[in-house]
């Protein structure tokens, strides 16, 4: 809200980072995110943490409301919800409950409206280090631990709890429950590779396809990748540290969700390497003069400076 | 229900109809959709601004003549990227309100677009898609949409008009209740034709929506 306390913080994240992706711009659902980022870091680091958040694909292709991919991760979504919760996937499909009513504003905003701050922030912590697999196994988890009152309610009553999820949700429950949910599927896994690019290997090739060749064009931005917050953790250097430390013995086996709250920790081990990625933005896609986006201009060089110094 | 019923049963074989209707609301980015719904539904206006992400469902239980409506109101994001997104969420919607703000003229422009947007996902066929139009936020000073041009914009594609205030909850209900009555006769019509063209043994199929 205008003069609230970080409106202004978010108003310039927000503007530069429609003078740096014209081509995405300003869309509902930003914010949300954003906000988590400024209270964990400062203007130029957030907007930093926030542009290459969304270089991520899964973001890319939802805040570009790119349908045909969003569709494909809905299907997806829905392979493993059958495999997990057959009781009531069947309910829902009676009901005509699609996932897109619930996914959306979830994914949208990586659970950041839907949930209590502190649970948000510890899924983030843990999609930073998982991918974009863990937003959708969260959700799983979510309507795992509410099946049974789920499948007791109609179309309209499921479709309202789950776009107004309870506000007392106990956390180590719904980590409890997301931790019982399995992301493989006889032969189907959610894959993820390098650079972005994410393959579901065998629910969807053309997801591969299509995704291939945007990973290529998200990879002629070194930044996000560089940021570590871009890309498969293992490969990356926030998530590669963090990994190392986490590595268990017989790799291969599922880690365990860490417990406690990291964000700010991956963040900032993200934002130390990145001293000269926006200037490769800058180079890169040149910034269109025009007078609304000021306010993103007089960020970008706070940015500037502040890193150069 | 049919002509072929005797008027003197009628009452006693539909003590109260019930009907469930879907409604779905839509417009620019910002002319208040979510809160013309909850002005309508909790008789609540918050001034805080939350967006709409997908969708968010209402649903409200009116009276109309000897029919109790349940309705299901769809409240969808407006920006205008999510237009094919939230599209699918058209599907077998009884009634439109299409929605806009008088302080802001490119909303009002927006309009015709959401219109054949919306009709292009109901059946195309159909005439009789009962739509109402909202200028909402007359209660604000610097309005720009002329009362006239609306009007005279919403009477050429033959849809009733309303001045709403969702802050001071102006011509909210009567504006809501026009566009149920209207979807409650259009859905009365379907579903006398269907019994004249052909007998459904299955009850209500095609609309209700309880479980």
């Known amino acids: 809200m205008k003069g609230g306390p970080y409106h202004d913080m978010l108003h310039s994240i927000l503007g530069a980072y429609t003078c740096y992706r014209p081509d995405v ?52 979504f829905e ?41 948000a922030c510890r899924i983030w912590d843990v999609f930073c280090r998982d991918g974009e697999e863990f937003l959708f196994r969260t959700a799983l988890g979510i309507l795992k631990l509410f099946e049974d009152i789920l499948t007791r309610m109609d179309f309209i009553h499921s479709a309202q709890f789950l776009t107004r999820l309870p506000e007392d949700l106990p956390a180590d429950e719904v980590f409890a429950s997301i931790a019982t949910v399995q992301m ?3 032969n189907k896994k959610w894959a993820q590779q390098q650079c972005s690019g994410v393959l579901l290997t065998g629910v969807s090739q053309e997801l591969g396809e299509q995704r291939r060749e945007q990973s290529l064009q998200d990879c002629v931005t070194p ?12 490969n990356s250097l926030v998530g590669g540290a963090v990994c190392a430390a986490e590595r268990q013995p017989g790799n291969g086996k599922r880690k365990p969700i860490p417990q406690t709250l990291r964000l700010r920790g991956y963040l900032h081990l993200a934002l ?6 926006h200037l490769y933005a800058f180079r890169l896609k040149p910034v269109k003069s025009r007078g609304s986006f000021r ?15 | 229900m049919t002509s072929a019923c005797p008027q003197a049963l009628k009452p006693l074989m539909n003590p109260r109809k019930k009907v469930d209707l879907k409604l779905i609301i839509v417009g620019a980015l910002g002319v208040g959709k979510t809160s013309l719904l909850h002005q309508y539904v909790h008789k609540t206006f918050f ?25 299901q109101i769809w409240d969808t994001g407006g920006q205008e990227r999510f237009r094919s997104m939230v599209s699918t969420f058209y599907k077998g919607s009884d009634g439109c309100v299409l929605a806009f703000d008088v302080t802001d003229p490119e909303s009002f422009e927006a309009l015709g677009i959401w219109r054949d947007d919306v009709l292009a996902k109901i059946n195309p066929m159909e005439q009789s898609y009962p739509m109402v139009v909202l200028g909402n936020k007359i209660d604000l000073e610097d309005r720009k949409v002329p009362q006239e041009v609306a009007r005279g914009w919403c009477k050429a594609k033959d849809m009733p008009y309303f001045e709403v205030s969702a802050k001071n909850d102006i011509n909210v209900v009567q504006a809501f209740e026009v566009l149920a009555s209207q979807a409650l006769l259009r859905y009365q019509g379907t579903v006398e034709s269907h019994l004249v063209d052909s007998i459904k043994l299955s009850p209500g199929q095609p609309k209700s929506r309880c479980c």
């Open chain 1, 295 to 309: 306010v993103g201009f007089l960020m970008l060089e706070l940015a500037l400076k502040q890193n150069s110094s």
């Open chain 2, 47 to 71: 001034e805080e601004y939350q967006t709409t992400l997908g969708a968010s469902i209402l649903s409200k239980i009116i009276i109309l003549d000897d029919t109790t409506l349940k309705l």
């Open chain 1, 25 to 76: 711009g300003y869309v509902q659902g930003m914010s949300f995110i954003a906000a988590v980022l400024i209270l964990n870091l400062d203007t130029a680091d957030a907007f930093i943490a926030f542009s290459n958040l969304l270089n991520k694909p899964c973001q890319m292709a939802f805040f570009r409301v790119d349908h045909g991919l969003m569709l494909t991760y809905f299907a997806a």
């Open chain 1, 184 to 186: 493989q599927s006889r």
């Open chain 1, 79 to 119: 392979v493993f919800f059958e495999e997990n919760l057959p009781k009531l996937f069947a309910h829902f499909k009676k009901n005509n409950l699609t996932a897109d009513i619930y996914l959306i504003d979830w994914i949208f905003t990586l659970y950041s409206k839907s949930l209590p701050l502190d649970l």
């Open chain 1, 223 to 234: 930044l996000a990748i560089s940021l570590g917050l871009a890309g498969s953790p293992e």
């Open chain 1, 272 to 277: 130390k390497q990145s001293s000269t990625w």
